[in-house]
């Protein structure tokens, strides 16, 4: 898991004091939510809670988060960090495109396997009452980022066969998304844009559905279903 940032060092090792006791205190209190997250869920979360837990007064812990929501935003983008950090980890420039989508993705998954009440949290059923702010968006695209770099790499070195073009559709999927799933090439229209956000999204679901115990009775070997599934995504987006 991402160490998790404090106000007033962001991006930065707190030098002072008080800085390394709030950045120590801020830890505490995530990692006690973490907690909470595997006994009640994300929407029995309670700050008293985390402040009895670890030693607080519930009072002193909304210096540290100013209510339920702050704190599960922190633990949202926490999650997003975690996970997108470990499919940068798993991609390796050097190996041919497909091989580094199935090595990405099988990243996910061992996080997940890993991190099952955080992965809920990221990509289970809504926190009834709480609203993701757009402060997660950056750390939620990160796995995207990393499989659209691969999209473009394949593009730029001509693994990715010509695509058929045609009028960009802004609507269809949007610019922000088109620049994550790998920018603008000739080989990359929106016929690609379309198979490679469905593989994105299916990598997901397909994680969700072994995580969440749908594919009990139906899959047997899940290691071998799931890069053999992989691998048909890859296939999907040209790889």
Same mark, same amino acid.
């Given at each position: 898991m991402c160490a998790p940032l404090t106000s007033g060092t962001i991006g930065q090792v707190p030098t002072t004091v008080r800085d390394r006791v709030r950045a120590e205190l801020t830890a505490e209190i995530t990692a006690a939510a973490r907690r909470q997250l595997a006994e009640v869920g994300a929407a $029995?979360?309670?700050? =008293?809670?985390?402040?009895?837990?670890?030693? *607080?007064?519930?009072?002193?812990?909304? @210096?540290?988060?100013?209510?339920?929501?702050?704190? *599960? +935003? /922190? *633990?949202?983008?926490? $999650?997003?960090?975690?996970? $997108?950090a #470990? #499919?940068?980890?798993?991609?390796? !420039?050097? #190996? !041919?495109?497909?091989?580094?989508?199935?090595?990405?993705? =099988?990243?996910?998954?061992?996080?997940?396997?890993?991190?099952?009440?955080?992965?809920?949290?990221l990509y289970g059923s809504p926190v009834p009452g709480y609203a993701a702010p757009r402060d997660t968006v950056p750390a939620a695209a990160r796995v995207g980022v990393?499989? $659209? @770099?691969?999209?473009?790499?394949?593009? /730029?070195?001509?693994?990715? !066969?010509?695509?058929?073009?045609?009028? =960009?559709d802004p609507e269809l999927v949007s610019d922000a998304t088109a620049e994550v799933l790998g920018g603008e090439h000739p080989a990359l229209d929106d016929a690609v844009r379309v198979r490679a956000l469905l593989a994105w999204s299916s990598v997901f679901g397909a994680v969700s559905f072994e995580l969440f115990g749908q594919?009990?009775?139906?899959?047997?070997? +899940?290691?071998?279903?799931?890069?053999?599934?992989?691998?048909?995504?890859? +296939? *999907?987006?040209?790889?």
């Open positions: $029995g979360l309670s700050l =008293r809670a985390v402040a009895r837990e670890v030693g *607080l007064a519930s009072s002193a812990v909304y @210096r540290y988060f100013a209510s339920r929501d702050e704190l *599960l +935003t /922190r *633990l949202i983008i926490d $999650g997003y960090d975690a996970v $997108g #470990a #499919a940068e980890d798993a991609d390796d !420039p050097a #190996a !041919p495109p497909r091989e580094r989508w199935v090595a990405v993705c =099988r990243a996910v998954r061992a996080w997940a396997l890993a991190h099952p009440h955080e992965y809920a949290l990393v499989l $659209g @770099r691969i999209l473009g790499d394949a593009a /730029r070195s001509g693994v990715l !066969p010509a695509a058929a073009g045609g009028r =960009r594919f009990v009775g139906s899959v047997q070997a +899940t290691d071998r279903w799931f890069d053999r599934a992989m691998g048909e995504l890859a +296939t *999907l987006v040209g790889l």
